[in-house]
Each structure stands twice: as structure tokens, then as C-alpha cells.
């Protein structure tokens, strides 16, 4: 803060700089001007404009006469707030995120480190390996909708003829199972686990894509070193890779988790948000199309604006400390 | 028993190589085992996570050549009979409705109509603004950086809402034009992002010299900085088509009452919930889909890769 204070006061000292500067200053703010209208008309108002609307009590069918400022209450938040469904929502949004995230981390991380070895080939596998995350969301939830289809799908198939499945899983649209495993018999919620599995699936290239390059600009020679003295490769990941990963696993784990947290798409497109998977954002589409509660999708919203905004200051920390370092 | 090994060896060094022996035997085959079994685990690992994120693409392109009376009696044999291999879906899917298809050739035009548009105008405000951004010291300059994280950062079902009630609102919300002003909202952020890092590596050498010959600012942008930049603006402009063309939510909540507006994404899900619709006819409309992104990121994967990596890291 200081010394950047102190940096204007000491170009202003200056007149032939400063004139040049002003110059400059007048440059760059007309040419990202464009920008910043469009964001702040289409982003940043709307989800301001969004916080006041939590505070209406509005229908769709209102929408075309209702006032859009004033009128406020309480009534749409005490309305998600003591709906029955909103803590199990947030418990699913919760387990889906954080298996998620630590999910797709765990997988890319084995990638990275499974193709770190150079071998012929191994471009066209890195390229294929993104085709999860690359791929039109719509078409991936497709294919995976049609491989666990409980009448054609391969999966059931297979698992009926080769693993003794007495009866296809209906893997999308049951909400628990009982499993019997080493004797304990479990209940397993089964379309949140396949949901997960989606999202771990969808997005672990993500991850592999950031770690690849991480792996790829670590200096050599200390492993190297390392691995002449004797360590074995294990050593050598735990205590000379492993603590160069940790600052880009850091950012990772916050950036996959915000997205994770906010998914839609994936959600919406396998099960409707039906049979235990109503994350949170599938709450908000819902609440606004289904029962056209434009009070209580907003609240419900704001609810996700709450714990995203701690995510970002997070992420901007750790952002910034990284800045910093480097 | 260690003095007996030092009178034997006689030297300084006696201690610390007795000590280290048996650790370093320990080591030398915990090594060799280790060497092993990962020489056996890397391609093996490899192979399943290949396999695992291209299978289900690879199952729907074999089913797109499968009618529904095969699919049903042997669902679990994986390659269709050479005999049986048919391409009816894909003209059933792209034919217009008129014709009894599914009209996917037009909902492929909308896709690609939204997509170009959202790629242009992008471009045209990501171009200065990243310019500005890298070069130029403006007030405001690091808050304008870190206003565009965060909306890089922010998703879009927040969005979902008051955008939707406000276009609702004002009446404009089947255009698409409306469509594609929100297209270029989400993502003008990542494109300064990426255009940002790689105009620093121009050097500001030559615009000085280009300033003394006169030329103002946007005759640097279209003199220097255009055609050295080309082949990040041009990754980053199929970027930005790849996100048009697989967007679904605001597709979804904009365009959904009118069906010759459709995109083919929003198309493909509205179809499989339909269900009179044959499932080889989806799986060739699924095909349809992902073809024009997949041979566009194949042709530009690595700008790509480093791009987005490079994009998001500094940020």
C-alpha cells in the first residue's frame, strides 16, 4: 500500500513523465473500457441486482407487472430456509464437491505422473486424455446416461453376464442400495456415487492438464541428485516432487472445488437433480423454472453466492501469495 | 563388534560406512523392487485412464450404426456385425422435420451462427483490453485484473436468475442476439486472460519504434501486436467457439420455447428426454455434436494446453 503511494506521488514530481503518463492512463482505460461495460452490465449488476431480489417475495407470472425495486421481505429466505430438502441439498452439494475435487485431483496427479516418462505416442494420449473435460457436456452426460441405461446400457450388460448381477442397477434414478461388503451389509447412495463419479471422470483432465505442466517446468537436477544418492522413486516423489506440487495443488483444489460447488450441467443433464442428487444449483433452476419462485431461487442462490465468495478470497490469497514468491 | 570393524578398516569414514551398509543394501533392492513394479504400473495405469476417457465416446459412435432390434437382443456385445452397420441415423438426426429427421442441420447453423458471433465480438473488446492490461499503466489497472478473475471464476447459475428475469422482463429473451451478448460476458474474461500473457512476450522494443513513426495506439494493436500475436488470438478465438458451442444453461433458459432456435446441445438433451426419439438417431446426433469440437481441439491442443495453463496460473 505504502509503497505504492509513494510511487504515484513520486511520478506526479516528475512533469514531462507525468504528462506522458496521464497520456498512457487515458489509453488503457479507453481500451478496456468495452470490457469492462459488458462484465459489469451483464455480470456484476446482475448478481447485485440478484442479492435485492432474494429479498422479494416474486413469481414468473408476476413478472411482466410486479416492481422490480422495493417491495421487500423476508418471505422467500425463511421459505429455503425451512424447506426440508435445503440440508439435504446441501449435504449432497457438500459430499459431491469435496469427493468430487479431491477426486478429480487424485486421478489427474496419477495421469501426470503416468505419462511423465517421455515414450513414443504420448502427445496423442495427453490429447485423448482431455477429451472428458473438452468434449460438449451435453454429449459426455449422453454417453454416460446410454452406457448405464438399465434396458441396453453396456454397463448393466456386462455386470449382468460377466459379474452375476441378478437385475440391471438402475444407476441414475435409485436413490440408495443396500451392498454387502466383507460381510457388513452398507447403504450406498447410488445415483450420488455415480454423479460423483461423473464429475471425477469429466474433470480429473483438468487437473492433469495444470499438473503436466507443473511437472514439466521442475528443475531436473534435484532428483537427480536425489535419486544418485539413492533414493528410490517413492523418496524421490515424496520429499523432492511432492513439495513442488503442493502450492499448484493448493489452486487447484480451490478453483475445482468453487466450480465443483456451483455445477449444473453435469447435475441437471444425469438425473434432474432426482433421487438424492438436488445440488444446490439444481435447487436454483428448479425453484426459477419449475415452480417459477423467482424470491426463493435467488435466496437459494445467494446461499451459493455466500460460500463462493469466502472460496474467491481464498483463492485470491492464494493467488496473490503465489504472485508474490515467484 | 564396531571396534573390531574400525581396527579392520582403519579409516574416519568407517563409521558412517558401517552404519549406512545394511540401509543402503535395504535401499538398493527396495529400489529395484520399486523400479519394477513401476515400470509394469505406468503403462498399465496409462492404458485404463485411456481407455476410461475414450470408451464412452467410442460406445456411442458404435451404437450410432445400431438400430434399436439389434441393441436390445445382444446389448452386451460391443462391435457391431459389419453387415449391420448402418448410417440411416445420421440422416434421420441432420434431415429437417418437414422430411420426418430431427433438424439438427439447422440447429447446427444456429450453433455455429452463436458461436462465430460470440468468437467476433469477443475478440473485437478482448483484443484492446488485454493489450491494455499487459501494456499500459491506466488507475484502476489491477482492480480492472482482479474484476476479471473473479468473473472468470464465477458460475454461470448465479447468473441464471436475474439474467433470466430481466430479459424475461424486457421481452428480448428468445433472441439470440441477447444469447450471444451473454456468450461474450463469460467469456471475455478468460480470453483477456490468455491474450494478456502472451502480449507480454512482445517486445516493446518495436512498438517504440513503431510509436516514433507515428502510428497511435490501435495502429500498434493492428500493426505489431495482431500479426505476432496470431497464432494465440487464433487458439484463443476457437476457445471461445468451443465454449459457445458447448454451452448448455443459458441455451437452455433462453432459447427453450422455440424449437427452430435451438442450439445443438440444448437440441440433443431436449431429444433424449423425449422418448419416441430412436436411440441410434441420438447417438449420431451426439456424434454431430462433439465432431466439430473434438477435430477443433485436436487441431490446436497445444496452444491450447499452454494457453489455459498459462492463463489461469498467473492469474
Known sequence: MTTRGRSRVARAGVPPRSSLARAEARAGLGLVLPSVVIVVVLVVAPILWSLLLAFKDLRLVELARAP????????????VLSSRRLWESMGATFAYSVIGTAGAIVVGLVAALALRKPFRGRGLVRALLLLPYVAPIVATTFAWRTLLNPQYGLVNAWGQALLGW???????????????????????????????????????????LFLTARLEALPGDIEEAARMDGATPTQSFRHIVWPQLVPIVAVLTVLRFIWTFNTFDDVYLLTEGRAGTQVVS????????????????????????????????AYLRLAGRRGGES | ???????????????????????????????????????????????????????????????????????????????????????????????????????????????????????LITLLVAVPGSYAVSRLDFFGRRQVSSLFLAVYLFPGILLAVPLFVAFTRLGLRGNIWVLVVVY????????????????????????????LDGLG??????????????????????????IAWNEFLFALLFLVEDRSRWTVSLGLAQLTNALET???????????????????FFATEKFLAGGLTSGAEKG
Do not use: C
Open chain 1, 68 to 79: 422490480l425495486f422495493g417491495d421487500f421481505s423476508t418471505a422467500s429466505i425463511v421459505e
Open chain 1, 166 to 208: 441378478e437385475r440391471p442397477v438402475a444407476f441414475l434414478t435409485q436413490r440408495s442400495a443396500p451392498v454387502g461388503l466383507f460381510g457388513l451389509e452398507l447403504t450406498v447412495p447410488v445415483a450420488l456415487s455415480t454423479v460423483i463419479a461423473f464429475e471425477v471422470w469429466r474433470t480429473f483432465p483438468f487437473a492433469f
Open chain 1, 282 to 313: 439444481v435447487g436454483v433452476y428448479n425453484y426459477l423454472v419449475g415452480r417459477g419462485d423467482v424470491g426463493a431461487a435467488s435466496a437459494q442462490a445467494l446461499l451459493l453466492a455466500i460460500v463462493l465468495a469466502v472460496l474467491i478470497a
Open chain 2, 1 to 119: 563388534m564396531t571396534e573390531a570393524t574400525v581396527s579392520r578398516d582403519g579409516t574416519k569414514s568407517v563409521h558412517i560406512v558401517r552404519s549406512s551398509r545394511p540401509a543402503r543394501k535395504f535401499t538398493r533392492s527396495r529400489n529395484a523392487i520399486e523400479l519394477r513394479v513401476l515400470k509394469v504400473l505406468r503403462p498399465v495405469v496409462a492404458g485404463t485412464l485411456l481407455l476410461a476417457a475414450v470408451f464412452p465416446f467410442l460406445y456411442v459412435l458404435v451404437l450410432s450404426t445400431r438400430d434399436i432390434a439389434s441393441l436390445q437382443r445382444d446389448p452386451a456385445r460391443f462391435w457391431p456385425a459389419l453387415d449391420e452397420v448402418r448410417l440411416d441415423a445420421y440422416v434421420d438426426v441432420l434431415l429437417p422435420l418437414e422430411s420426418g429427421g430431427q433438424d439438427f442441420a439447422r440447429l447446427m447453423l444456429n450453433s455455429a451462427v452463436i458461436a462465430v458471433a460470440t468468437v
Open chain 2, 184 to 211: 461474450v460476458s463469460q467469456t471475455v474474461a478468460v480470453a483477456i486472460f490468455m491474450l494478456k500473457n502472451y502480449f507480454q512476450t512482445v517486445p516493446v522494443g518495436l512498438e517504440e519504434a513503431a510509436a
Open chain 2, 217 to 242: 495506439r490501435l495502429g500498434i494493436i493492428r500493426r505489431i501486436i495482431l500479426p505476432l500475436s496470431l497464432p494465440a488470438i487464433v487458439s484463443n478465438a476457437l476457445f471461445v467457439f468451443m
Open chain 2, 278 to 296: 430412436p436411440p441410434a438417431t441420438l447417438m449420431a446426433g451426439s456424434i454431430v455434436l462433439t465432431l466439430p469440437v473434438v477435430a477443433i
